[in-house]
């Protein structure tokens, strides 16, 4: 089990959930050295995957939106596994509504979403897939809500996340 400590997550919770979910994410990332290989994946259970997977996709929706989580190379991440599955299970519904969605963009056009583009071709990609603009503002309005629920979600399953040192 990934050891937390338990002053950084007390620091942590005092800043707010965000910083709460990131005490445990940062502890995960660098179990696997940031490296997402088959042999670092397995050092992590389902529940922490899916926590990093939340703080992946929130980094990276908030600053660049669908495009960019997948240009960044999380498209398969996120799509490719269960965390839509487990954010409803978790009680978060209309946030894996709103992933079950840019799935289904995803896995319609996975190969030009994922090719190599320059600057300009990236920047165009925002007008070529304005089907994600819809998913990401009703995702905005509900950010705070979900990270929120979340963390709540992980402080009431702590031993699922990380034995607390």
Partial sequence: MIKINDSELQKGASEG???????????????????????????????????????????????????????????????????????????LESFSKIIYKAKKIYDANRADLERERSDDDFMAMYEQYEAFDELEEEYFEMEEDVTEAIARYVDQHIELFGEII
């Fill in 17 to 91: 959930m965000d910083e709460f979910i990131e005490v445990f994410t940062s502890a995960y990332k660098q179990t696997i050295n940031d490296e997402f290989t088959a042999e670092n994946m397995a050092k992590l259970s389902g529940e922490q995957h899916s926590l990093l997977a939340y703080q992946i996709f929130r980094d990276e929706i908030m600053v660049g939106g669908f495009c960019q989580l997948i240009q960044n190379g999380y498209g398969a991440y996120i799509f490719d596994n269960p965390f839509a599955k487990v954010m409803r299970m978790w009680g």
